[in-house]
């Protein structure tokens, strides 16, 4: 199996599966892109509404095909009737959340169940017909690359290619309006359409995906990328790549993994490989991931104790706190019985001789540099040094000496 | 929100109250606006205000919390739609001079954390005009880096805008309005929760940018400052009080009508007899 995946994911496992894998990685590519939008702009659970509308239109699609004599199986057929009825749940929350006193997450949640539970009523009677059996509609829901027409999968890639063309296009707009509304429609951008747009692109996103991922799932490659791609970058312009990458690799593994294990839904597992590329970012990126914020916070609290520690002992005061004194001991400051060392008597007048230049010059100046006092930075990164020896000359002989 | 042209008032109207749009034009108005109504829900929040920016004058738009300042210069701009009432911008329809208008928000409008730097702040007020495909070549981004060095900001260029201070998040606010390169700038509370420092760096470049010919209006709520930093004023509590030079409409009377009880309450009422 792990060969299979392998040579899936080397794009040597036939023609079938290395279509599929591209499809699902222009899929991801295009998904995390538009995602980035939605997650800028904070309404990430209005595609998981949209997602959800789409199901009645795929079931009234296959009904309609096979009246007219088809045997409904068309993938365009049925992506073309996710898509209206997908319009149709957006035009519904628009409008409960423009026209109405309704909030958009009452909004959200009504159109959300209401479409699902039509799609799922539809199913069942699709269940009834003798050409529904075979359908294979069930795969909408998680997703399945199982089985996938070579025709599918070319659809497919088209349609997340025009995606993500759409998204590159209309980057910058789409910034601005996520970022500041109000400056957006000051230059003449229409902040309603660009919105609607914004989730035209997601539908298209849903649609497209709901082969491979599914629709139950989607939602988590729009947002799961850009979310894991936030913690490496402070730029827009690399967010929407990084997320498009995310998403493109999850899609891609994901596709391989699925091909070497068939029974396995193909959504849950592209989902499941973007959360695992979201949970790197989360521990491990410097800026914001979680092992970095608890290392900043050590270095602080350490900082904060030997500070306090110092000015204790340049007033001849006992430590009692025992981080503090381990800190101060594992720095040769004070002897294992407390007793401060040379070294430590020295620092301890440092300290003390700097809160007194700091409380002379904030009791004489009122500005940017006064207001960094925090206990904690060091005056000479504020001050110049003949400021300082200004500071020294007006502390005079109070100025102590060492404790 | 959607925005819908307003219907045009009928000139006999407009006429009444004095000076019609076209003639607020042709005397050289930068912002004219007749007959403006905004509603949030069913109460107007900004009701039936007539006003004329002159071009090349400074105008601080004065009021007390809730009297529709800020609505006022939003639906003047076209960003949030109004009842009623007709705009124009340098004589002609605001679609056709959106070009010529920078437009500072408050600062508490927009989220610090999004993951933008202080220079592609700066750099969204030259998107404008790029339409989709273009690139920002080296002589706009210079242009970007000069607006960022007029506030004093060239040395946070790199930084993500959320480790600001909230005056140097304003500033940052003003350089990307000065990137825009326009005539008319429209500054939403400018000095609400900046540093001194900040503030004067804010009103001198306002004060060089009239010095350069072009039209700055400003919402502004600190009455002690009005006459230092301002030559006009529009007084404004949900309908327009007064309007024109300091002399004539910021006085104790103006300011007792505008604020009402509020003015006793705060004794702010010296100020404006100056």
Known sequence: ?403 | MRLRPARPTPPALVAERGRTLREADEGGAALAVRGLTVSYGESPAVFDVDATFPAGSMTAIVGPNGAGKSTFLKAALGIVARVSGEVSVFGRPLEASRGRVAYVPQRASVDWDFPVRVIDVVEMGLWRGLGLLGRLTGAKRAKARDALARVGMEGFAERQIGRLSGGQQQRVFLARALAQGADLYVLDEPFAGVDAATERAVVSVLKDLQAEGRTVIAVHHDLSTVRDYFGRVLLLNVRRIAEGPLDEAFTPETLQETYGGRLEAAGLGALAAG
């Open chain 1, 1 to 403: 199996m792990l060969d299979q995946a392998l040579s899936a994911l080397l794009l040597q496992a036939g023609w079938n599966a290395t279509l599929v894998a591209l499809g699902a990685a222009l899929l991801g590519a295009a998904a995390g892109g538009a995602g980035a939008f939605i997650f800028l702009r904070k309404r990430a659970l209005v595609s998981d509404a949209v997602a959800h509308a789409t199901l009645p239109g795929v079931a009234l699609a296959f009904i309609v095909m096979v009246a007219l004599g088809g045997d409904g199986r068309s993938l365009v057929g049925l992506l073309a009737g996710a898509a209206g009825s997908a319009w149709l749940g957006l035009l519904a929350v628009d409008r409960l959340t423009r026209r109405t006193r309704l909030s958009e997450d009452a909004a959200i949640g009504a159109v959300l169940s209401v479409f699902f539970g039509a799609g799922v009523v539809l199913l069942t009677v699709i269940q009834t017909m003798t050409a529904g059996r075979q359908a294979g509609l069930e795969s909408f829901l998680l997703g399945a690359t199982a089985g996938m027409l070579l025709e599918d999968a070319v659809v497919i890639a088209l349609g997340a290619a025009a995606c993500a063309l759409a998204v590159a296009l209309l980057r910058r707009p789409m910034t601005l309006v996520a970022f500041d509304p109000g400056f957006a429609a000051s230059t003449g951008v229409n902040v309603a359409r660009m919105d609607l747009a914004m989730m035209g692109l997601v539908m298209a996103v849903t649609v497209v995906g709901l082969k491979i991922v599914g629709l139950i799932l989607i939602v988590a490659l729009l947002i799961v990328p850009p979310a894991a791609a936030r913690f490496w970058t402070e730029r827009t312009d690399r967010l929407l790549v990084i997320a498009a990458g995310i998403g493109a690799v999850s899609g891609w593994v994901g596709a391989a993994i699925s091909a070497a294990a068939p029974d396995l839904p193909t959504g849950a597992v592209i989902v499941l490989v973007a959360f695992a590329l979201f949970l790197a970012g989360l521990l491990l990126s410097p800026a914001r991931g979680v092992l970095a914020a608890v290392l900043r916070r050590r270095r602080f609290a350490h900082r904060v104790h030997r500070r306090q520690g110092l000015l204790a002992l340049a007033r001849g005061e006992a430590i009692l706190e025992p981080l503090t004194q381990r800190l101060l001991r594992r720095e040769g400051l004070i002897r294992a019985d407390g007793v401060p060392t040379e070294a430590g008597r020295a620092e301890a007048a440092k300290a003390r001789l700097d809160e007194a230049r700091w409380a002379a010059m904030r009791a004489r100046r009122d500005d940017a540099e006064a207001a960094r006092y925090d206990g904690l930075t060091p005056i000479e990164t504020v001050l110049a040094p003949d400021e300082i020896a200004e500071l020294d000359r007006r502390l005079g002989p109070r100025a102590p000496e060492g404790a």
